[in-house]
């Protein structure tokens, strides 16, 4: 039997979205209202399982009456809001976050970030070769995990999934200010030593690939990760009696990657160290 | 909680002060790391683990908070220190060429040399200024101002000799009619009985006759107005915040003053400290708070100590505690929490991060700390000089204030006066007085000198030029003008001024205090410090007009997009100076 959590019924409240009425339940946020009537925003540190963290200012909108745009991914829609998602003003700001990102980051790995870029006209290149960035050696320090921070864009998920808001190990944490903060254990110590538990729901959050699961990462080292080659199948971990969902990501008749479905009323897309990573036995012909 | 510690142990004296916190909560992180800092200078492995085993505070968390202020550090470091200012003020009054003198006798700034560059110490009137540190079992401070580059080596090596600093210059100081400043520099800050003497605790006494909503009306009707720089009416937050039905509410005295030039609360809590007690209490009566938060900024060490024993003082005569006054059921105390070196604690909701003990990064609004602030409880944000008007206005009642100033900016304001000006200090005027007749009583500039620009309201105002010093300084008319009071700085740059540096300076501080929690802000202040440099280098990327335009565009975007309102100000001066000052067409032709 599928549960299906309904909720308690909510109430409508009426905006305008572009010019054009629209009706979304209360409590939805403006993100909410523009998915139902089939606008896309782009958001980098939204996460669907985790609460807006307001970093990455890449969704943010015009709302009338507002000093200042408003992040989509967070604000409430309140009746009679007059919202603007592509005025001169969203797309100037859009550009400008994405080129500001680009230009001290490696975005390559980030999805539709190009498509992002040439819509808005983006070209992080104009703030010159000499423009200060975050690019640094890849961090390797265990055998699950690698850590890329040249393409960490500081969206804070991995933190709050880490932290309170997931899995209570609390073992990451920003650290430093400005231009200079980054995701840190307490004094850079290596993660083996640290509070990590190798849950991997830090990578399942990160929005660049700045977190990697080290199978996936040598795969594209060499050249052998490919994801039109591969199947998803999700079923039930087997380890213990919680009963979480896995989805097997498998190529070539092997098993590449661990994820779990983010509406599983069970995991929210979250797993630990066994269902994430204990699958090898699986593949031992 | 099941924590992971490091296998370090802290050292016998580290051990020693941290235990004092044993059964207490994550937000004494903040006093946890003051404490070690104040001990041994510094913060080790060993010391920070034990603050996570005593206040169960896992150590990334801790390791993000401590890393967060600029106070603190993880490199080992001599006890004594000096941190020069090198900001606004004290860079118009030779803090350059004070650093060149100390690099060359010293070496580099640095742990190892004993002597660190720092933002605005908050002692513009005496500038250059520097503050001497040592840490030890009772850690000494003193405050060198104005300095010279043979007082900083000699306390550099000799340590501080007296834990006070300076008496502040109050160029008014005993002149008739002065409101905010009638007790600074008169009567004696360390004696409730003088405070009495002069009138003290019958604005209290009024309030509780008044009752609470009493006292919202009255401060509703005087049409008093935030001073800290946003412009809130006071009344209107109190009275929401009253009206939540949630308990606890908090009151937070916000006395984080950082903003480059800014000195007027410093003078306030060290001249008149047992007013700023007094206006709390009555704003903790009126918005049915039963605790209040005094975050004082790290850099005032002689403020700390009057406010301590203003606390203490009041404790003792019921002016704090229990039914306090007489008053049955009104209960209320202050703690005072000190900040680390970071500029955006004094944000209204980075405040609240701070004093929980997590990072002092802004929230999001809404919700607003009316409704969810401190523990996500309604809360009453006011800054200092805000609060020390509500005494005057239940004492005067709120007809009597109106009449002060002008119709849409009521009651008295203070203004700091630095930079190349006669006699700098904090001034009294009411509002509406011009910026021309407030530099006149300051003296103008220096004899021989000319004026070349004003920065009004701090390195988040903007500048304006001598031409316009008719200017009445209300908050209606800077804003017509499209300037702003700010936190009533008032810096002035005559005709040896270097606009360049002084520039550079604005973007190198906004870089360095940005807390980093959004994109705009975080690299924004980055890309517009490397674009000022190219611009007043004249080492353009293609052309300088090219350069002009980028700054033009991350500018916007930091002001639309940033979350708090450092971001969103820190273009702000540089874009006067460009358009204004005409900055843009020196900087390209």
């Known amino acids: 039997m599928t549960i299906v959590e309904i909720g308690l019924p909510k109430r409508l409240v009426e905006l305008t979205l572009d010019g054009e009425s629209v009706r979304v339940p209360e409590g939805a946020t403006i993100l909410d209202a523009c998915t139902a009537v089939g606008k896309s925003i782009p958001t980098l540190c939204y996460g669907d399982t985790l609460k807006p963290a307001n970093a990455c200012r890449v969704c943010m909108v015009e709302v009338e009456g507002s000093r200042t745009l408003v992040p989509s991914c967070s604000r409430k829609v309140e009746p009679g809001m007059v919202v603007r998602t592509d005025s001169e003003r969203t797309n100037h700001s859009r550009k400008l976050v994405l080129e500001l990102l680009g230009s001290a980051t490696d975005l390559s790995t980030t999805p539709h970030v190009d498509e992002w870029m040439s819509a808005c006209g983006a070209d992080p290149s104009r703030f010159g070769p000499d423009a200060e960035t975050k690019l640094q050696p890849t961090t390797v320090d265990n055998p699950l995990y690698v850590r890329d921070y040249g393409k960490c864009i500081m969206c804070y998920k991995c933190v709050d999934a880490c932290g309170d808001q997931w899995q209570n190990s609390f073992a990451i944490s920003v650290a430093g200010r400005g231009f200079d903060a980054r995701i840190s254990t307490e004094f850079a110590t290596p993660l083996p030593d640290s509070a990590c538990v190798y849950c991997g729901n830090c990578i399942e959050v990160c929005p660049t690939g700045a977190l990697s699961f080290k199978r996936e990462h040598d795969k594209r080292e060499d050249g052998t990760w490919d994801e039109s080659k591969q199947t998803e199948t999700t079923t039930v971990c087997t380890f213990c009696g919680v009963g979480c969902n896995l989805t097997l990501h498998v190529q070539d008749n092997e098993i590449v990657k661990v994820t779990s479905p983010h509406d599983s009323t069970v995991t929210h897309g979250n797993l630990c160290i066994k269902g994430r990573f204990g699958w090898q036995h699986v593949q031992n012909r | ?589």
């Open chain 2, 1 to 589: 909680m099941d924590l992971k510690l490091l296998d370090v142990e802290p050292t016998e004296a580290e051990r020693v002060v941290v235990d004092l916190f044993n059964g207490m909560g994550r937000d004494q992180l903040l006093p946890a790391l003051h404490a070690v800092n104040d001990r041994v200078g510094w913060i080790s492995q060993g010391a920070l683990n034990h603050i996570c085993r005593v206040l169960h505070v896992p150590p990334a968390e801790a390791y993000g908070v401590a890393s967060f202020y600029s106070l603190f550090s993880f490199t080992e470091r001599p006890a004594k220190v000096v941190h020069v200012c090198v900001d606004l003020a004290c860079q118009v009054n030779g803090a350059k060429a004070l650093c060149d003198r100390l690099t060359d006798e010293l070496g580099p700034a640095g742990a190892k040399s004993g002597w660190l560059r720092s933002p605005c110490l908050g002692v513009c009137e005496k500038a250059p200024a520097a503050l001497a540190f040592e840490a030890g079992e009772v850690a000494k401070e003193q405050l060198l101002a104005p300095t010279h580059a043979g007082e900083v080596i000699a306390v550099a090596a000799a340590g501080p000799s007296h834990v006070d600093g300076e008496r502040a210059e109050v160029p008014q100081a005993g002149a008739p009619g002065l409101r905010l400043l009638k007790r600074v520099g008169v009567v004696d800050p360390e004696s409730l009985d003088d405070y009495r003497a002069t009138g003290g605790y019958s604005a209290l006494r009024t309030a509780l006759l008044l009752g609470p909503s009493g006292v919202i009306r009255e401060i509703s009707d005087a049409k008093l107005m935030g001073r800290g720089g946003a412009a809130f009416p006071t009344g209107r937050k109190w009275d929401a915040t009253a009206r939540q039905p949630v308990r606890p509410h908090y009151l937070v005295c916000n006395a984080d003053e950082s903003e480059p030039g800014t000195f007027k609360d410093r003078l306030l809590m060290e001249g008149d400290p047992f007013a700023v007690i007094e206006s709390m209490t009555i704003a903790g009566f009126a918005a049915g708070c039963s605790r209040g938060y005094l975050y004082l900024r790290g850099e005032y060490p002689r403020a700390l100590h009057l406010l301590r024993n203003a606390i203490s003082k009041a404790r003792e005569r019921n002016f704090l505690g229990e039914n306090i006054m007489g008053h049955e059921g009104f209960s209320f105390d202050i703690e005072i929490r000190r900040g680390a070196g970071a500029y955006i604690c004094g944000e209204e909701t980075a405040i609240f991060n701070s004093i929980e003990g997590f990072r002092g990064e802004p929230r999001s609004k809404p919700p607003f700390p009316v409704e969810s602030g401190l523990f996500g409880k309604p809360t009453v944000v006011n800054n200092v000089e805000t609060l020390v008007n509500v005494p005057v206005i239940l004492t005067e009642g709120c007809e009597a204030y109106t009449r002060i100033g002008t119709a849409g900016s009521t009651g008295p304001k203070l203004f700091c006066l630095s930079g190349n000006v006669s006699r700098p200090g904090v001034y009294e005027v009411p509002f509406g007085t011009t910026l021309g007749e407030l530099l006149d009583l300051a003296g103008g500039v220096p004899p021989g000198r000319e004026l070349r620009a004003v920065l009004l309201g701090g390195a988040a105002g903007g500048f304006v030029r001598p031409d316009e010093l008719d200017l009445p300084l209300t908050l209606e008319d800077a804003r017509a003008a499209g300037t702003t009071l700010g936190s009533g700085v008032v810096l002035v740059l005559d005709d040896t001024a270097d606009l360049g540096s002084f520039l550079l300076r604005i973007a190198a501080f906004f870089r360095d205090e940005s807390c980093g929690q959004c994109v705009p802000c975080r690299i924004g202040t980055v890309r517009q410090e490397e674009a000022l440099h190219r611009l007043v280098g004249k080492r353009p990327l293609s052309t300088s007009a090219a350069d002009l335009q980028l700054l033009r565009e991350v500018g916007q975007v930091m002001r639309d997009s940033s979350i708090c309102g450092l971001g969103q100000t820190a273009w702000n001066a540089i874009e006067s100076a460009l358009d204004r000052l005409g900055y843009a067409e020196e900087a390209t032709s």
